[in-house]
């Protein structure tokens, strides 16, 4: 009986005191936590034995180097969590709070064995390949830090590029967290830390995890993948991007696209991705003719 209610105890996460004894009337669950059961070779008096699990810490993946990416390390350490951050800029000591600070982008292969909680909040860097890569593996959560407009955008990038199924975009939480009127860096990740409580407790009202389509489903036609830093010998590159008019930092510069002999940089990959399609649509004739 011992063992049993320690299996389920694993199962659900919840501690239970069992109570065995000749008079309990049948087996069950009391609504204050007592399991009472009949024990068989009675002997005199009551057993009580208290069962506690004793789990392994919760793990919470965070992708990005931005103020909000910060702020859920350091709030998911404090509560508990097994944090690790990924960006290719990360510096491990701008995060102390973090476990394993790696420069690693793809989520998909790292830990194999792992469900993390993992939270994209590169804010258009590499919102896309880090999401499709979390959403190829097991995971218990998938959120992203972003607007609701950036949110339809990224979405449609999943499914349109990188062929991700229906039944693994639906666990997507964009934008990610509760809606708590959060302002500040600060207040943003404890609205998510506060829906990651929903999750674990199974209190969630919505799918967290994907689905069971093929964790490959357009692993080959996406071709997704993180562009190096520029290098110093990049000097005529194009650092407007020209498909949202956002300027890009050309030390950080991550998505590149060469048309008629000039390089652009784009803000995400999403805008790389709809240029590719079609240059001129996004060209003064000026430009886009070498003139």
């Not at 609504?31 to 009580?48: A, N, P, Q, Y």
């Not at 990188?162 to 500040?184: K, Q, W």
């Amino acid at each position: 009986m011992v063992v049993r209610e320690a299996l389920h105890a694993l199962a659900d996460g919840q501690p239970r005191l069992l109570r065995l004894s000749k008079d309990a009337p049948a087996e069950g669950r009391r609504g204050d936590g007592i399991v009472e059961l009949v024990m068989t070779c009675h002997s005199g008096g009551t057993l009580e034995i208290y069962v506690e699990p004793n789990l392994p810490a919760p793990v919470l993946w965070v992708a990005g180097t931005t103020p909000i990416a910060g702020a859920l390390v350091t709030l998911g350490a404090a509560s508990g969590y097994a944090v690790t951050l990924f960006d290719p800029i990360a510096e491990p000591g701008a995060f102390p709070g973090a476990g394993r600070v790696l420069t690693d982008t793809d989520l998909a292969s790292i830990d194999p064995g792992a469900t993390p909680f993992v939270v994209v909040a590169t804010q258009g860097q590499w919102d896309e390949e880090a999401l499709a890569s979390a959403l190829r593996r097991d995971a218990r959560y998938v959120g992203l830090v972003a607007s609701p407009t950036r949110a339809v955008a990224v979405r449609a990038w999943l499914r349109d590029e990188a062929g991700l199924a229906d039944d693994r975009l639906a666990a997507l939480r964009a934008p990610a967290g509760i809606d708590l009127g959060a302002e500040t860096a600060e207040e943003i990740a404890l609205s998510i830390l506060a829906e990651l409580v929903q999750v674990r407790r199974g209190r969630a009202d919505f799918v967290a995890s994907p689905g069971p389509a093929t964790m490959a489903a357009g692993r080959a036609s996406a071709s997704i993948q993180v562009q190096p830093a520029l290098t110093t010998a990049q000097d005529d590159i194009v650092l407007l991007d020209p498909v949202c008019g956002m300027s890009v930092d050309r030390d950080h510069a991550r998505h590149l696209a060469e048309h008629e002999g000039v390089v652009f940089a784009f803000c995400s990959l999403g805008c790389r991705t709809r240029f590719v399609k079609d240059p001129t649509a996004y060209l003064p004739h000026s430009v886009s003719s070498g003139g």
